[in-house]
């Protein structure tokens, strides 16, 4: 069973850097079939797709996002991050990690997510 | 890249059947039979219930049901249960130039 989970600070300041990492277990982020993606849901509203990456490194992020958010994998240790630059109170939301196979188009295993809080 | 739009809240009683729908346009849900739909238990990580319109990955109860007319995809469930309520998300893809789109979510009230 794969397993994801998410970790970083609930707490970012203003202008700083968001960073999240997501540990993959039960399986590998080196499988071919799938899109890495991160995904977040402000409060009271629903769901945004922010981006994936896959094993290759190869990017797709949110245009509404792009020109602020870094995606990477580490294969070694299994994992994946997001990096977001210049947050402001808009990115207050819960970040969700999560695996989408592209040859089916659906995520198919979730994080159960963590709140990040922009607020100085 | 605009949100599905899906109902804010829909409620039933136990036993009763109910529907949610997901409206998008030409570009996404019109153009292609990959709408997938996720239950959402506030705190837990969401899940799939239905991927290409219609069809239930293994495990999942067929009380949830999936269809699709025109730019309107919905999912049905039947004889609704208390653990049936949570939030309900629908997701279509939008072409290969671009990521995918989601609904705005629909709470679920189990009466």
């Known amino acids: 069973q794969v397993q994801l989970q998410e970790s970083g600070p609930g707490l970012v300041k203003p202008s700083e850097t968001l960073s999240l990492t997501c540990a993959v277990s039960?399986?590998?982020?080196?499988?071919?079939?799938?899109?890495w993606s991160w995904i977040r849901q402000p409060p009271g509203k629903g769901l945004e797709w922010i981006g994936y990456?896959?094993?290759?490194?190869?990017?797709k992020y949110n245009p509404s996002l792009k020109s602020r958010v870094t995606i990477s994998v580490d294969t070694s240790k299994s994992q994946f991050s997001l990096k977001l630059r210049s947050v402001t109170a808009a990115d207050t939301a819960v970040y969700y990690c999560?695996?989408?196979?592209?040859?089916?188009?659906?995520?198919?295993?979730w994080g159960q997510g963590t709140q990040v809080t922009v607020s100085s | 890249q605009s949100a599905l739009t899906q109902p804010a809240s829909v409620s039933g009683s136990p036993g009763q059947s109910i529907t949610i729908s997901c409206t998008g346009t030409?570009?996404?849900?019109?153009?292609?039979?990959?709408v997938s739909w996720y239950q959402h238990h506030p705190g837990k990580a969401p899940k799939l219930l239905i991927y290409?319109?219609?069809k239930r990955p293994s495990g999942v109860s067929n009380r949830f049901s999936g269809s699709k007319t025109g730019n309107t995809a919905s999912l049905t469930i039947s004889g609704l249960q208390a653990e049936d309520e949570a939030d309900y998300y629908c997701?279509?893809?939008?072409?290969?130039?671009?990521?995918?789109?989601f609904g705005g979510g629909t709470k679920l009230t189990v009466l």
């Open positions: 290409e319109v219609s």
């Open positions: 039960g399986g590998s982020v080196s499988s071919g079939s799938y899109y």
């Open positions: 030409d570009s996404d849900v019109g153009s292609y039979n990959l």
């Open positions: 990456i896959y094993y290759s490194g190869s990017t």
């Open positions: 997701c279509s893809y939008a072409g290969s130039n671009t990521l995918g789109v």
């Open positions: 999560a695996r989408y196979d592209y040859g089916e188009d659906y995520f198919d295993y």
